[in-house]
């Protein structure tokens, strides 16, 4: 079986804890594709691994809004972000 080529993407996130470190890497690791992926909560990028046969970084990204986080300059999803506990809020006085 022939091994397919990992490719990797870095992506800026509005992550601001170990909270939101845990839950992007959590929900990604159920993303279609997705091979890992590790938050560096110091810098907000995203490093995500993936097979390219199988997702995209549109489709990563799309992901990562979906869990209520900005990606690149894709905006959070208002509904997912709205779900997000108040120390993960961008907008929060202590961001």
């Known amino acids: ?3 397919t080529e990992t490719q990797e993407v870095k992506i800026k996130t509005s992550a601001v804890c170990q909270m939101c470190k845990k839950k992007i890497e959590r929900d990604l690791s159920y993303e279609k594709g997705v091979v890992s992926s ?10 995500v691994t993936y097979n390219p046969q199988k997702t995209n970084p549109a489709k990563i990204k799309k992901a990562v809004t ?4 900005d990606a690149d300059d894709l905006p959070a ?9 108040e120390c993960c809020k961008k907008d929060n006085p202590t961001y």
């Open 77 to 85: 999803k208002p509904k997912a972000y709205k779900k997000l506990p």
């Open 1 to 3: 079986m022939a091994q």
């Open 38 to 47: 590790t938050l560096d909560v110091e810098t907000k990028i995203l490093t």
């Open 66 to 69: 979906k869990t209520g986080y």
